[in-house]
């Protein structure tokens, strides 16, 4: 399931052309190719085939056919070479772990109709890989959702504005709000849907993570306070029903 090849200085656009047939499929929508550390039978469920079959019905029907690329490393180009690249072109595909700063975790890129999702797997916790994997999934979903999501959760993040409701679900979300807070003209306008898309994403992302997999939730002063982030949840749980066996709350896996 691994490939043992040159991998240097390859860009992703050019390493994803070049394995896009060796593809192996995972479902209707998915489909992955491993160039790592070879995959066992529990790798395989771990990485991907777990973390797809948590996905609700509904999310996994409206999303494009996606590709994943699981490499050893990731490595952003300098900044004279990125200029003339164009974005996501600037990540390579490397086996020797990039120098400091140049060290990149996961992309994203077109190909064609697909969407191509590539991970680095080589220092990485299983969890943070999921969180990532989730995280591109959402924001794919952010910015095609639809006018009933759209709607629903803009209105509840408009009444948590109301109340005053400090904090958020992730660190992107939390920034765009505190710009909104020391600017209150800009709630009606293209800032505050560029607010609510982001926090749609990082909640998803909470919300897919949590469905796969036995996560716990930071507390502080940036995180959003639980009884408003459970509503949150709720919504999502109505809008994207889990799939059958998976429970957004502890008590319904007890029940």
């Known amino acids: 399931m691994s490939a043992q090849l040159d991998l240097s200085k390859l860009s992703v656009t050019q390493f994803a052309e070049q394995f896009r047939g060796e593809m192996i499929p995972l479902s209707n929508t998915f489909s992955y190719f491993c160039a790592s550390v070879p995959l066992s039978e529990e790798d395989l469920k771990e990485y991907l085939e777990e973390p797809v079959a948590a996905l609700p019905p509904s999310i996994a029907a409206a999303l494009p056919k996606i590709s994943i690329l699981l490499v050893p490393y990731l490595e952003k180009q300098s900044a004279e070479k990125k200029k003339a690249a164009q974005p996501p072109a600037a990540d390579l595909v490397s086996i020797e772990r990039?120098?400091?700063?140049?060290?990149?975790?996961?992309?994203?890129?077109?190909?064609?109709?697909?969407?191509?999702?590539?991970?680095?797997?080589?220092?990485?916790?299983?969890?943070?890989?999921?969180?990532r994997f989730y995280?591109?999934?959402?924001?794919?979903?952010?910015?095609?959702?639809?006018?009933?999501?759209?709607?629903?959760?803009?209105?509840?993040?408009?009444?948590?504005?109301?109340?005053?409701?400090?904090?958020?679900?992730?660190?992107?979300?939390?920034?765009?709000?505190?710009?909104?807070?020391?600017?209150?003209?800009?709630?009606?306008s293209k800032s505050f849907r560029e607010y609510a898309r982001q926090s749609f994403a990082d909640t998803l992302t909470l919300y897919l993570h949590g469905l796969c997999c036995d996560i716990d939730v930071d507390t502080g002063p940036r995180q959003l306070p639980s009884r408003y982030?459970?509503?949150?949840?709720?919504?999502?749980?109505?809008?994207?029903?889990?799939?059958?066996?998976?429970?957004?709350?502890?008590?319904?896996?007890?029940?």
Do not use: C, M
């Open 98 to 131: 990039p120098p400091e700063g140049r060290l990149s975790t996961s992309t994203q890129l077109k190909l064609g109709e697909e969407t191509v999702l590539a991970f680095a797997l080589k220092d990485q916790e299983v969890a943070e890989y999921h969180y």
């Open 135 to 188: 995280h591109l999934l959402a924001t794919l979903l952010a910015d095609q959702w639809n006018e009933i999501v759209e709607t629903r959760f803009s209105r509840l993040l408009r009444e948590e504005t109301a109340a005053d409701v400090h904090g958020e679900v992730d660190e992107a979300s939390w920034r765009l709000k505190q710009s909104l807070r020391r600017s209150p003209k800009a709630r009606d």
């Open 229 to 255: 982030l459970r509503k949150r949840l709720q919504l999502l749980e109505e809008l994207f029903p889990p799939p059958k066996g998976y429970a957004v709350f502890p008590e319904q896996l007890e029940g």
